[in-house]
Every structure is written in structure tokens, then in C-alpha cells.
């Protein structure tokens, strides 16, 4: 079984920057892609960011130009470098990892990420 914890969150200010890291543990090696997402209160949870098993990545148009995935294999890793940072950022952010053995769809349990304006 996959396990992800995200960390990171926290307040930032409005044109701040914030690094969001997502730890995977257990049955990586069934881990195919991985992604963030982001849900913001009173809303839908939402795709942000997302690294394929080729390592090409792909963004939401909201966050397009302003963050940056990566995925580090060697650490089992995911992370979302987030730059000029908007209220509407505002969110709990989770990880998640589509996987191609066990349980194909994993999610971590999530991390705040609050923008004062």
C-alpha cells in the first residue's frame, strides 16, 4: 500500500512564495503518476499540478507560469514550488498518486496553505 504525507503548508503573503512536499512510503514502486490538488472551503476539490510516469508534468491554467511540480524518484517525493502566491491560492492542498499495482488511487491527508492579502 502507497502512503503520502504532505507538508508545507502555512501563511504566506500575497505575492509570496511557499514549497509544498509530498513524501510517498510503503509500495512506491506501484506508484505510476503523481498530483497535486487543492480544495478550497465551500468548493470542489480542484486538479493543480500533476507529473505523468514519462516525468512530463502538466498544470492547471490558474497555476500555469506560477508553480512549479517535481517529482524526485531517488526520494519518493513530490513537490509543488508555488510563486506569486493570490488569495484565491487559498487551500488545502493534497497529493495524490495514481498507481498501477494495489490501491490505484491514493491520497494524502492534506496541507493548508492560507494567502493574506
Known amino acids: 500500500q502507497v502512503r503520502l504525507v504532505e507538508s508545507g503548508g502555512g501563511p504566506v503573503q500575497s505575492g509570496g512564495s511557499l514549497r509544498l512536499l509530498c513524501e510517498a512510503s510503503?509500495?512506491?514502486?506501484?506508484?505510476?503518476?503523481m498530483s497535486w490538488y487543492r480544495q478550497a472551503p465551500g468548493q470542489e476539490r480542484e486538479w493543480v499540478a500533476q507529473?505523468?510516469?514519462?516525468?512530463?508534468?502538466n498544470y492547471a491554467d490558474s497555476v500555469k507560469g506560477r508553480f512549479i511540480v517535481s517529482r524526485d524518484k531517488a526520494k519518493n517525493t513530490l513537490t509543488l514550488q508555488m510563486s506569486s502566491l493570490k488569495p484565491e491560492d487559498a487551500a488545502v492542498y493534497y497529493c495524490?498518486?495514481?498507481?498501477?499495482?494495489?490501491?490505484?488511487?491514493?491520497w494524502g491527508q492534506g496541507t493548508m496553505v492560507t494567502v493574506s492579502s
Open positions: 507529473v505523468q510516469g514519462d516525468g512530463s508534468s
Open positions: 510503503g509500495d512506491v514502486f506501484c506508484i505510476w503518476a
Open positions: 495524490n498518486s495514481v498507481n498501477w499495482c494495489g490501491d490505484p488511487l491514493v
